[in-house]
């Protein structure tokens, strides 16, 4: 699968290569040009264990990879509404614990995703109500 991730901070870029690691092929987008170029050699500003090796092997490997160009990536769609981003999209990854998540209307989620599939990397769901509504 082929997954775009908006930014390059602590949570953006774990979640990124773990995705990467698991044989996507991951696109980190960052506005901040230093940044970009720094990472690909494992120059992390954070510490998490393993991370730095992870990134050197899905870099290698050509599984991950960094841009600043918004522009030179058709990965990256602009939509009017946030519900828009998910016409058919493979999933929804969520890894923020911001509350306008859980008021949303999975019906109209469910219907606008490719397959019915939530990764909810913060757990702001409990993961029978999601399974009950035809989420896997």
């Not at 699968?1 to 774990?14: A, D, P, R, W």
């Not at 954070?46 to 050509?62: I, P, R, S, T």
């Not at 828009?84 to 998540?101: E, G, M, Q, R, S």
Request: aromatic share 8%; hydrophobic share 45%.
């Amino acid at each position: 699968m082929k997954i775009t991730v908006n930014g390059t901070g602590y949570v953006s870029l774990v979640s990124g290569t773990c995705l990467a690691e698991v044989d996507n092929d991951v696109l980190c987008l960052d506005v901040g040009a230093n940044k970009i170029r720094i990472l690909p050699e494992s120059d992390i500003p954070f510490y998490e264990l393993g991370l730095e090796h992870m990134v050197q092997k899905n870099v290698a490997v050509g599984r991950l990879r960094f841009t600043a160009d918004i522009e030179g990536e058709r990965q990256l769609n602009f939509v009017a509404t946030p519900r828009d981003v998910l016409n058919n999209a493979d999933a929804l990854i969520i890894v923020t614990k911001w509350k306008a998540f859980k008021s949303s209307g999975f019906s109209v989620i469910n219907s606008r995703l490719k397959n019915p599939v939530i990764f909810d990397g913060r757990n702001p769901f409990e993961p029978a109500d999601i399974n009950a509504l035809g989420f896997e």
